[in-house]
């Protein structure tokens, strides 16, 4: 495998939606984001990474119910797929496999 | 609500937002905008989070989340379109039989337009490629005596061929002219090169100003100087491959007139087909002044073409007050003559000149006019045919329209669904107009000298200007029908028993017998076109042309001197029954000369006849009509010093009705002096473009340049060949030449004969054309009525009552149009008849032929269906209920 490759904010997103679990829409994710890496996301930068995974199908989406703040409009949630877990996984083991692999003198000095 | 609306966020940019974002994401992603400015307001403030509202609407417009430009209503225009075209194609290919005649007919009416403007744009290029054509115009002159002489000559009267001085004067006198430039035109010369003879008849003499005034192209030597010098030639392309083959002719000699030797000082390029003058060598105009520096100084004699330049910034308008006046001060102290010059712009030397004495051949506006039209016809024509069988047709699409308008089309969308039909079979037609037009090709430049050559149509211009054409004409051949198709409603269509429309029949039948018109008058046109071609050439010229063979000499000295001799040497041959020579034979080049003869009250009158210089066989030989007097005798010796011989025409012009009155009168011409001593009958020594001109003839035996032979009809080679070695023996220093009369003389009508052979060419396109459209009409129609033809057979109809009845209707059209287009050809060919002095009367017999010959068409392209109908057993149309 290894040919999905993943930009590092989108790595971020899939990790952020999954810690969201059931609650990963818009807002949500941003605000997550911003208060765990202090990082200033806006709605379109997600957005269009948000769509991009789920044409990549990494994640699915479906609406929620409506709320008065939103003017009424629905939330989409998103979640992500069997084959999105297995791509961070498999991340997450390439990069666990390359700390692993580092002399321990590396960062000694 | 202001207070309200700042506590909303930035409606400009949330209506900005959902304009732009693709409907699938829409809900969510305002919902996410509207919720994080709900926030925002309640953190950071309103102000704040309406400039971060904006901030995020600007960032949201990326690719990802607009809308995708052919997800939306333009992809579904783009499919229609699509849909459009494969319904268009799988009715081209159901319906073979009118799709082919209606590209057929179309594609031959465009083929046929191209061709034509080829020719006309040709036609109207003459002379531009000059780079300084529109400041170049040329002098005009005329000599007025006797009692004309204080009217200024008419437009036709002027002429193009003039004496030398009037050039070196202009450019003294008036300060606006820049350069100018004379040349004399190409009478036959003797020219050696390369130790050969030649006889060329198109080498001329030119001013050093040669390639200021004119942009002929030089490929070698200086364009400044080229012909400063006495004894220089510049030869063309072809002449120097003609005289050297390969070898540089640069600094070669050649050698004119036997005794002065030109060195070849240039090499240019032909000069190119689209010129009225051209010619095939240039000597310098200094060669001809150091032989006959007199002519240089004389404002009476006449032989050179005097062009000129305006400087930069002048005007025409400013020279030609001072014309009279530069006249007078030149010519003033005549006593009986007049000067008149006048000037004409080079560029419309070609079209509109109408003076006499052109130095080449002239084109016609009128012919041109008259392609133009032909081609509009024929196009017009192939439409009608589009127009009539779509719309007759339009019944076989009712249903197609009907399903189509309930499902929800539009009109407007129906239309550009039939206007895209037409479209393509227009394009299908276009694609045939250009490979026949490159195809028949050859067939124009053969005919009319214009070369058309792939790359004139594989280029962007053209392409883009026949891709216009094509255009215009499939929304001239296709809108109507468009429209008419699209009305249709489809309650009406949908129940079944619908019929179409009153005012399709009535149009249909009003572009049948337009066609019908245009036909008609193109068959009248040919037939007189070659009716009076045949009269031209059986015309009674007054003079006989068979079997006569004329030779050239060129003034050649020894040949004059021992003039009789030789004549006689030739008579011995058995095959030449006689011989005479002259200077002048009918047909061919003749000088004018100032001449003057008393009048009935004893006044010497002045006029500029023709001039024909014979010895005294030359009247019997030609068989000329003496109608007073005597011909010159060689037993006379004061003949050839004191005796003018006249011809009525002449005679009429001096004042004298009768032609006995004026022999014996006196008179004065080119330093001889005398009596008239005969009036010879009119002969048409031109084309009969013109009347017979006044002519005057003198016996001048030292002024010979050609011998005429009659020779016995036996084998022709042979004599020819017999004469030759004759001439060898004869006349070593001449090549030998040859031409018959009667075929140089109908050489003045091979233009005319071109013109009526493309006349006619187009004329039967155009009925081919119309014809198609017949058919396909009367098939359409036959078909409509099969029900009703077979139960006409039931009850008993033969075949005939039946052909007739389907031939009714364009019998009844095809009277009228004979009503409508009489009127019209005649007008037209009278213009066209009106280039000839001699017209051929247009008789009954014509209309006559034409209305069989139309009939005829007509009744076969018709009877080709009706026939077939009627003959079918009614079983089978009425069988299938």
Redesign the interface.
């Given at each position: 495998m290894g040919n999905h490759h993943l930009g590092e904010f989108e790595e971020i997103v899939l990790l952020t939606v999954a810690i969201l679990h059931d609650e990963a829409?818009?807002?949500a994710i941003?605000n997550e984001m911003e208060t765990r890496l202090h990082r200033k996301v806006?709605?379109?930068?997600l957005?269009?990474v948000l769509?991009?995974l789920e044409k990549k199908s990494f994640l699915t989406s479906k609406?929620g119910e409506k709320?008065k703040?939103?003017?009424g409009?629905?939330?989409?949630f998103f979640s992500l797929t069997l084959y999105g877990k297995k791509v961070l996984t498999e991340i997450k083991e390439q990069r666990m496999g390359l700390w692993s692999a580092l002399p321990e003198f590396a960062f000694s000095s | 609500m202001a207070r309200q609306n700042r506590q909303s966020p930035p409606k400009l940019f949330l209506q900005f937002f959902r304009w732009y974002c693709n409907p699938d994401y829409l809900e969510d992603i305002e919902g996410d905008l509207l919720e994080r400015f709900e926030r925002g307001k309640e953190g950071r403030g309103r102000k704040s989070a309406r400039l971060r509202f904006v901030i995020e609407v600007i960032l949201l417009f990326r690719p990802g989340i607009i809308r995708s430009i052919a997800s939306t209503q333009k992809l579904n225009q783009i499919d229609m379109f699509k849909n459009y075209y494969k319904i268009a194609w799988r009715h081209i290919i159901k319906e073979k039989f009118y799709s082919l005649i209606n590209i057929a007919g179309l594609g031959v009416g465009l083929t046929c337009c191209i061709l034509i403007a080829f020719f006309v744009m040709h036609e109207l290029s003459y002379d531009n490629y000059h780079q300084k054509s529109d400041r170049t115009y040329r002098i005009l002159q005329e000599y007025r005596s006797g009692s004309e002489r204080a009217t200024a000559p008419a437009a036709e009267e002027y002429q193009v061929w003039g004496n030398a001085p009037v050039g070196p004067a202009f450019k003294e006198e008036f300060p606006e002219v820049d350069q100018f430039c004379r040349f004399t035109p190409g009478h036959s010369k003797l020219i050696m090169a390369n130790d050969e003879l030649y006889d060329e008849k198109n080498i001329v003499f030119g001013d050093s100003t040669v390639f200021d005034v004119f942009s002929w192209d030089l490929l070698s030597g200086n364009p400044q100087s080229v012909l400063d010098n006495p004894n220089s030639i510049v030869l063309t392309e072809s002449l120097a491959k003609k005289y050297f083959g390969n070898e540089n002719a640069m600094g070669k000699t050649v050698i004119y007139n036997e005794d002065v030797a030109c060195i070849v000082t240039g090499i240019m390029k032909d000069v190119p087909i689209n010129s009225h003058f051209t010619f095939e060598g240039i000597i310098s105009m200094s060669t001809f002044y150091n032989q006959r520096q007199s002519i240089f100084e004389s404002w009476g004699y006449v032989d050179f073409y005097t062009y000129f330049t305006l400087k930069e910034n002048s005007t025409i308008e400013s020279i030609k007050p001072k014309l009279a006046g530069l006249a007078e001060k030149y010519t003033g102290d005549w006593e009986n003559t007049k000067f008149y010059i006048d000037v004409e712009p080079m560029k419309e030397a070609y079209l509109n000149s109408v003076a006499a004495r052109q130095p080449g051949k002239t084109g016609s506006k009128t012919n041109n006019t008259i392609f133009s039209l032909i081609g509009v016809f024929i196009l017009l024509i192939a439409c009608i045919n589009f127009i009539n069988l779509s719309t007759a047709r339009s019944l076989e699409r009712a249903k197609e329209i009907g399903i189509r308008k309930v499902v929800g089309a539009r009109k407007l969308s129906l239309v550009s669904q039939f206007l895209s039909e037409f479209f393509i079979l227009a394009l299908f037609a276009g694609v045939l107009s250009l490979s026949l037009v490159l195809l028949l090709s050859p067939y124009l430049k053969e005919f009319t000298g214009v070369n058309i050559e792939a790359s004139d149509i594989f280029n962007i211009e053209f392409l883009g200007l026949f891709s216009l054409g094509i255009i215009i004409v499939g929304l001239i051949a296709g809108s109507y029908p468009a429209f008419l198709l699209s009305k249709f409603q489809p309650s009406k269509v949908l129940r079944g028993n619908f019929k179409t429309g009153k005012s399709g029949v009535a149009l249909r039948k009003a572009l049948v017998l337009f066609q019908f018109v245009l036909t008609i008058t193109l068959i009248i046109g040919t037939i007189t076109i070659y009716n009076q071609l045949t009269y031209l050439q059986n015309h009674e010229l007054g003079f006989e042309k068979d079997q006569i063979l004329v030779m050239e000499f060129g003034f050649d000295g020894e040949v004059q001197e021992n003039i009789e001799a030789i004549k006689n040497e030739f008579e011995k041959d058995p095959n030449v029954l006689s011989i005479c020579a002259s200077r002048a034979v009918p047909g061919n080049f003749f000088p004018n000369g100032g001449t003057e003869i008393e009048n009935a009250d004893g006044i010497m009158i002045s006029h500029s006849p023709a001039v024909y210089e014979i010895d005294p066989d030359f009247l019997s030989f030609y068989n000329i009509k003496i109608l007073a007097g005597r011909s010159f005798s060689y037993a006379q010796y004061s003949d050839s010093v004191e005796a003018l011989i006249i011809n009525n025409a002449a005679a009429k012009l001096w004042g004298y009705n009768n032609p006995e009155d004026i022999i014996g009168k006196n008179f004065d011409q080119w330093g001889k002096t005398g009596k008239v001593i005969g009036v010879v009958d009119d002969f048409n020594y031109l084309s009969l473009h013109s009347a017979v001109e006044p002519l005057t003839l003198r016996f001048e035996p030292y002024s010979m340049a050609k011998f005429s032979l009659k020779i016995s009809t036996g084998s022709i080679p042979l004599t020819i060949k017999s004469i030759e070695e004759k001439w060898k023996e004869l006349i070593p220093q001449r090549p030998f030449s040859y031409y018959f009369i009667d075929d140089n003389f109908d050489k003045q009508y091979r233009s005319d004969e071109k013109f009526a052979q493309l006349f006619s060419s187009f004329a039967v396109l155009a009925i081919f054309i119309a014809g198609l459209g017949l058919i396909g009409l009367t098939t359409y129609s036959a078909a409509q009525r099969t029900k009703e033809i077979g139960i006409r057979k039931v009850m008993g109809a033969s075949v005939s009552t039946i052909v007739l009845l389907l031939s009714k209707e364009f019998s009844k059209l095809l009277a009228l149009a004979f009503i409508i287009a009489i009127p019209a050809s005649w007008y037209g060919i009278q213009a066209w008849l009106n280039n000839f002095a001699y017209k051929v009367t247009m008789g009954a017999w014509v209309y006559l032929l034409t209305a069989v010959t139309v009939g005829i068409i007509v009744l076969i392209s018709i009877s080709w269906q009706s026939i077939k109908v009627a003959l079918q057993n009614p079983v089978n149309s009425l069988r299938n209920e």
């Amino acid at each position: 495998m290894g040919n999905h490759h993943l930009g590092e904010f989108e790595e971020i997103v899939l990790l952020t939606v999954a810690i969201l679990h059931d609650e990963a829409y818009g807002i949500a994710i941003i605000n997550e984001m911003e208060t765990r890496l202090h990082r200033k996301v806006s709605i379109g930068a997600l957005q269009t990474v948000l769509r991009r995974l789920e044409k990549k199908s990494f994640l699915t989406s479906k609406f929620g119910e409506k709320t008065k703040i939103r003017g009424g409009k629905r939330k989409r949630f998103f979640s992500l797929t069997l084959y999105g877990k297995k791509v961070l996984t498999e991340i997450k083991e390439q990069r666990m496999g390359l700390w692993s692999a580092l002399p321990e003198f590396a960062f000694s000095s | 609500m202001a207070r309200q609306n700042r506590q909303s966020p930035p409606k400009l940019f949330l209506q900005f937002f959902r304009w732009y974002c693709n409907p699938d994401y829409l809900e969510d992603i305002e919902g996410d905008l509207l919720e994080r400015f709900e926030r925002g307001k309640e953190g950071r403030g309103r102000k704040s989070a309406r400039l971060r509202f904006v901030i995020e609407v600007i960032l949201l417009f990326r690719p990802g989340i607009i809308r995708s430009i052919a997800s939306t209503q333009k992809l579904n225009q783009i499919d229609m379109f699509k849909n459009y075209y494969k319904i268009a194609w799988r009715h081209i290919i159901k319906e073979k039989f009118y799709s082919l005649i209606n590209i057929a007919g179309l594609g031959v009416g465009l083929t046929c337009c191209i061709l034509i403007a080829f020719f006309v744009m040709h036609e109207l290029s003459y002379d531009n490629y000059h780079q300084k054509s529109d400041r170049t115009y040329r002098i005009l002159q005329e000599y007025r005596s006797g009692s004309e002489r204080a009217t200024a000559p008419a437009a036709e009267e002027y002429q193009v061929w003039g004496n030398a001085p009037v050039g070196p004067a202009f450019k003294e006198e008036f300060p606006e002219v820049d350069q100018f430039c004379r040349f004399t035109p190409g009478h036959s010369k003797l020219i050696m090169a390369n130790d050969e003879l030649y006889d060329e008849k198109n080498i001329v003499f030119g001013d050093s100003t040669v390639f200021d005034v004119f942009s002929w192209d030089l490929l070698s030597g200086n364009p400044q100087s080229v012909l400063d010098n006495p004894n220089s030639i510049v030869l063309t392309e072809s002449l120097a491959k003609k005289y050297f083959g390969n070898e540089n002719a640069m600094g070669k000699t050649v050698i004119y007139n036997e005794d002065v030797a030109c060195i070849v000082t240039g090499i240019m390029k032909d000069v190119p087909i689209n010129s009225h003058f051209t010619f095939e060598g240039i000597i310098s105009m200094s060669t001809f002044y150091n032989q006959r520096q007199s002519i240089f100084e004389s404002w009476g004699y006449v032989d050179f073409y005097t062009y000129f330049t305006l400087k930069e910034n002048s005007t025409i308008e400013s020279i030609k007050p001072k014309l009279a006046g530069l006249a007078e001060k030149y010519t003033g102290d005549w006593e009986n003559t007049k000067f008149y010059i006048d000037v004409e712009p080079m560029k419309e030397a070609y079209l509109n000149s109408v003076a006499a004495r052109q130095p080449g051949k002239t084109g016609s506006k009128t012919n041109n006019t008259i392609f133009s039209l032909i081609g509009v016809f024929i196009l017009l024509i192939a439409c009608i045919n589009f127009i009539n069988l779509s719309t007759a047709r339009s019944l076989e699409r009712a249903k197609e329209i009907g399903i189509r308008k309930v499902v929800g089309a539009r009109k407007l969308s129906l239309v550009s669904q039939f206007l895209s039909e037409f479209f393509i079979l227009a394009l299908f037609a276009g694609v045939l107009s250009l490979s026949l037009v490159l195809l028949l090709s050859p067939y124009l430049k053969e005919f009319t000298g214009v070369n058309i050559e792939a790359s004139d149509i594989f280029n962007i211009e053209f392409l883009g200007l026949f891709s216009l054409g094509i255009i215009i004409v499939g929304l001239i051949a296709g809108s109507y029908p468009a429209f008419l198709l699209s009305k249709f409603q489809p309650s009406k269509v949908l129940r079944g028993n619908f019929k179409t429309g009153k005012s399709g029949v009535a149009l249909r039948k009003a572009l049948v017998l337009f066609q019908f018109v245009l036909t008609i008058t193109l068959i009248i046109g040919t037939i007189t076109i070659y009716n009076q071609l045949t009269y031209l050439q059986n015309h009674e010229l007054g003079f006989e042309k068979d079997q006569i063979l004329v030779m050239e000499f060129g003034f050649d000295g020894e040949v004059q001197e021992n003039i009789e001799a030789i004549k006689n040497e030739f008579e011995k041959d058995p095959n030449v029954l006689s011989i005479c020579a002259s200077r002048a034979v009918p047909g061919n080049f003749f000088p004018n000369g100032g001449t003057e003869i008393e009048n009935a009250d004893g006044i010497m009158i002045s006029h500029s006849p023709a001039v024909y210089e014979i010895d005294p066989d030359f009247l019997s030989f030609y068989n000329i009509k003496i109608l007073a007097g005597r011909s010159f005798s060689y037993a006379q010796y004061s003949d050839s010093v004191e005796a003018l011989i006249i011809n009525n025409a002449a005679a009429k012009l001096w004042g004298y009705n009768n032609p006995e009155d004026i022999i014996g009168k006196n008179f004065d011409q080119w330093g001889k002096t005398g009596k008239v001593i005969g009036v010879v009958d009119d002969f048409n020594y031109l084309s009969l473009h013109s009347a017979v001109e006044p002519l005057t003839l003198r016996f001048e035996p030292y002024s010979m340049a050609k011998f005429s032979l009659k020779i016995s009809t036996g084998s022709i080679p042979l004599t020819i060949k017999s004469i030759e070695e004759k001439w060898k023996e004869l006349i070593p220093q001449r090549p030998f030449s040859y031409y018959f009369i009667d075929d140089n003389f109908d050489k003045q009508y091979r233009s005319d004969e071109k013109f009526a052979q493309l006349f006619s060419s187009f004329a039967v396109l155009a009925i081919f054309i119309a014809g198609l459209g017949l058919i396909g009409l009367t098939t359409y129609s036959a078909a409509q009525r099969t029900k009703e033809i077979g139960i006409r057979k039931v009850m008993g109809a033969s075949v005939s009552t039946i052909v007739l009845l389907l031939s009714k209707e364009f019998s009844k059209l095809l009277a009228l149009a004979f009503i409508i287009a009489i009127p019209a050809s005649w007008y037209g060919i009278q213009a066209w008849l009106n280039n000839f002095a001699y017209k051929v009367t247009m008789g009954a017999w014509v209309y006559l032929l034409t209305a069989v010959t139309v009939g005829i068409i007509v009744l076969i392209s018709i009877s080709w269906q009706s026939i077939k109908v009627a003959l079918q057993n009614p079983v089978n149309s009425l069988r299938n209920e």
